[in-house]
């Protein structure tokens, strides 16, 4: 069955460190990847759309690589700050259910000054 | 421009009794989707709708049923309620299937 695992251990970091986030998947064969944040009691909003012919992709403070060999994305942002804590959600196409997106369950990141 | 509107924000409803989750978009968008999200187990996708008069099951479709009459709503229905549909339901919408989304704000409903 297709699976999108995403650490479920929250992530605590200093500001001013850079975070990492993990995304692995299996079952899947997509041609692009996208991550989402997510704050308390808000619906996911989006960030970054990664294409399979694209090893890497920025955006401000935010980098996100994709390696469909390793069937992984890792999501960056550097030089954190408190506003970057949030859960984060990486996302592929569930092409099964019509094209919708199938949610990893997201890791929380908590930035402290 | 508002996006993606849900009502009501939040809800209790008895068990047994039929309810339905409104969701508006006013982005054109031809695609529509319902997620339910509960704590350790992420975001599940109820029903989908690629465009208007169009739906389709997802993960976990038993016990909602939707319909598609329009491009701007797409309405999710209980039709008898049980305790295990307590959740918070986003509504969400893409210009086309496996696309960026965007999502609503959210319905907390708790079922007793």
């Known amino acids: 069955s297709q699976k999108i695992e995403q650490n479920s251990e929250a992530l605590n970091i200093q500001e001013g460190k850079t975070a990492t986030l993990t995304c692995n998947y299996t079952?899947?064969?997509?041609?692009?990847l996208q991550w989402y944040r997510q704050d308390p009691g808000r619906g996911p909003v989006f960030l970054l759309l990664?294409?399979?012919?694209?090893k890497e992709k920025r955006k401000e403070r935010l980098k996100v690589t994709f390696d469909t060999t390793l069937k992984q994305s890792l999501f960056h942002i550097t030089a954190s700050q408190p506003a970057d804590s949030a859960t984060y959600l990486c996302?592929?196409?569930?092409?099964?259910?019509?094209?919708?997106?199938?949610f990893g369950k997201g890791t929380s990141l908590l930035v402290t000054p | 421009i508002a996006g993606i509107t849900q009502a009501p924000t939040s809800q209790i409803l008895a068990a047994g009794r039929r309810m339905t989750l409104r969701c508006t978009q006013d982005?054109?968008?031809?695609?529509m989707y319902w997620y339910r999200q509960d704590l350790g187990l992420g975001l599940r996708l109820i029903h989908y709708?690629?465009?208007?008069?169009?739906?389709g099951k997802g993960e976990v479709p038993d016990g909602y049923s939707v319909s598609r009459a329009n491009t701007d709503d797409f309405p999710l229905t209980l039709a008898s309620a049980v305790p295990s549909q307590t959740s918070v339901y986003f509504c969400?919408?893409?210009?086309?299937?496996?696309?960026?989304?965007?999502f609503g704000p959210g319905t907390r409903l708790l079922v007793l």
């Open positions: 990664i294409r399979e012919n694209e």
């Open positions: 709708s690629n465009t208007a008069g169009t739906t």
């Open positions: 982005m054109r968008h031809n695609a």
């Open positions: 079952n899947y064969s997509p041609a692009y």
């Open positions: 996302a592929l196409v569930a092409i099964s259910h019509g094209y919708a997106l199938n």
């Open positions: 969400a919408s893409s210009e086309m299937g496996g696309e960026t989304q965007y």
